[in-house]
T-cell receptor, first 114, second 114 residues
Framework: AQTVTQSQPEMSVQEAETVTLSCTYDTSESDYYLFWYKQPPSRQMILVIRQEAYKQQNATENRFSVNFQKAAKSFSLKISDSQLGDAAMYFCAYRTNSGYALNFGKGTSLLVTP | KAGVTQTPRYLIKTRGQQVTLSCSPISGHRSVSWYQQTPGQGLQFLFEYFSETQRNKGNFPGRFSGRQFSNSRSEMNVSTLELGDSALYLC?????????????FGDGTRLSIL
């Protein structure tokens, strides 16, 4: 079975600080794609960042970056200079090269305090 | 460009009834996927359509069905509703459903079963 594990149900960070959300996954495939999605209370899932497994370089999108460790099957998200608008549920997901579905973790609820 | 539109936003039904949810993808997107989100099970893949054909199906009973029209709009139908079908149903679209293509989500339909 292909699974995604987010071991931190809740995280808290102060404004302007940095926080890292953890994600591990399990797949027997060598080629796949990894994603982090954000879901604010408005419910819409918003793509934060994505990573192709064949690329060694970690993806970066403004204040968001990932630490991709393929051998360890780890894909953590780092948020720098946290802002109040970053408060949301964050979901880690992956899609294999042989499937169309996104496989999601259970999510991490991020609270940002002033 | 308009995003993914899901209607209705909220729906209340009783056990045994059936329901149809609608999803209009981003203009030009031909792949539409459906997900069920519940507090207990998290986000689970229902099915994916491309050019009016179901390409992939998740592990849900036959009461859950869908279709896609020639304009890429998609509908999802759930028959003989059960209390456990209460969930947020999310629709996502992408250009062609390619593995590296991000899925863009709608705001979801909140279905409550009484």
């Amino acid at each position: 079975a292909q699974t995604v594990t987010q071991s931190q149900p809740e995280m808290s960070v102060q404004e302007a600080e940095t926080v890292t959300l953890s994600c591990t996954y399990d797949t027997s495939e060598s080629d796949y794609y990894l994603f982090w999605y954000k879901q604010p209370p408005s419910r819409q899932m918003i793509l934060v960042i994505r990573q192709e497994a064949y690329k060694q370089q970690n993806a970066t999108e403004n204040r968001f970056s990932v630490n991709f460790q393929k051998a360890a099957k780890s894909f953590s998200l780092k948020i720098s200079d946290s802002q109040l608008g970053d408060a949301a549920m964050y979901f880690c997901a992956y899609r294999t090269n042989s499937g169309y579905a996104l496989n999601f973790g259970k999510g991490t609820s991020l609270l940002v305090t002033p | 460009k308009a995003g993914v539109t899901q209607t209705p936003r909220y729906l209340i039904k009783t056990r045994g009834q059936q329901v149809t949810l609608s999803c209009s993808p981003i203009s030009g997107h031909r792949s539409v996927s459906w997900y069920q989100q519940t507090p207990g099970q998290g986000l689970q893949f229902l099915f994916e359509y491309f050019s009016e054909t179901q390409r992939n199906k998740g592990n849900f009973p036959g009461r859950f069905s869908g279709r896609q029209f020639s304009n890429s709009r998609s509908e999802m139908n759930v028959s003989t509703l059960e209390l456990g079908d209460s969930a947020l149903y999310l629709c996502a679209s992408s250009l062609e459903g390619g593995r590296n293509q991000p899925q863009h989500f709608g705001d979801g339909t909140r279905l409550s079963i009484l």
